[in-house]
């Protein structure tokens, strides 16, 4: 990949993860993305164009509203700069390929996915039915073969999405039998469920795997007993967004699962 091209997947990543921060900010409110145009959460004020170009903007401002002052978020050029790092990534690891633009899609939806369950607990329907059906299609696309194989694919990845929902859906009911309170939500199963569509079974089992390790130690290092999150009723459970270190492991094994699969698996020949 020459410097041009390069540049130009970098652009177009911080142009795709400014639009990421607007479905971030709206869709676990159930607002539109569409309309109305980009404006400050504190004073309202519809935000120029010249005040909202990726990274430049937020840099110029020095990270505060032009109108009333209020500071902006970190989290906007974070997702900027993480959206454009993630798409030239895809394209280094993977060349010109429909894997390297899949992955890149896959990347859009694990990153907005992972801030609106670190900010909301949510992980919006809007984001991992799509994401599901996309994993789909992109498994019978990468396939190679006649159209007869590409079906065959898609049924497989559909079935291991399905296995994927299934097993989360199951530990959920063995946790709620035990401990008689909801333990995962449906959307870490649709979540599960589409990173099972994208990367399929091994790749999705050192993901889990890697979740769970990462959410364990979060929540023993970070929230003490009987505190909820930060900024939550203390007198509330203690919640732990697995969402958040499902796409971070998602996202891991999508560029580096294959060669930990491989050294795992050395252990037993």
């Not at 409110?29 to 004073?43: D, K, M």
């Not at 990726?54 to 900027?80: K, M």
């Not at 497989?156 to 859906?169: H, P, T």
């Amino acid at each position: 990949m020459n410097v041009v091209v390069a540049i130009l997947v970098v652009l177009f990543g911080l142009a795709f993860g400014s639009f990421l921060n607007v479905c971030i900010s709206r869709l676990p409110q159930h607002e539109s993305i569409v309309a109305p145009r980009s404006r400050c959460p504190g004073c309202r004020t519809p935000i120029a164009a010249f005040d909202n170009i990726p990274l430049l903007s937020f840099a110029l401002l020095g990270g505060r509203c032009r109108s009333c002052g209020v500071r902006i978020p970190w989290r906007y050029p974070l997702v900027e700069l993480a959206t454009a790092v993630l798409f030239l990534l895809s394209f280094l690891q993977f060349g010109w390929t429909l894997q390297a633009l899949g992955i890149a899609v896959l990347c859009f939806l694990l990153l907005g996915l992972a801030a609106m369950d670190a900010e909301t607990l949510l992980l919006p329907d809007a984001f991992t039915l799509p994401g599901i059906g996309l994993g789909i299609l992109y498994s019978a696309a990468i396939c190679e073969g006649v159209w007869s194989q590409k079906i065959r694919c898609a049924a497989i990845s559909l079935g291991w999405a399905l296995a994927a929902a299934g097993a989360i859906l199951a530990i959920r009911g063995l946790y709620w039998l035990i401990r008689r309170r909801e333990g995962m939500g449906m959307g870490d199963a649709k979540l599960f469920a589409m990173i099972a569509a994208w990367l399929g079974p091994a790749n999705s089992l050192l993901a889990f795997f890697l979740a769970v390790v990462g959410a364990a130690l979060y929540g023993l290092v970070w929230l003490r007993p009987g505190r909820g999150r930060p900024g939550r009723d203390s007198d509330s459970p203690a919640r732990v967004p697995l969402g958040y270190f499902l796409c971070a492991a998602a996202l891991f094994a999508a560029f580096a699962g294959e060669p930990v699969i491989r050294w795992y698996m050395g252990f037993f020949r």
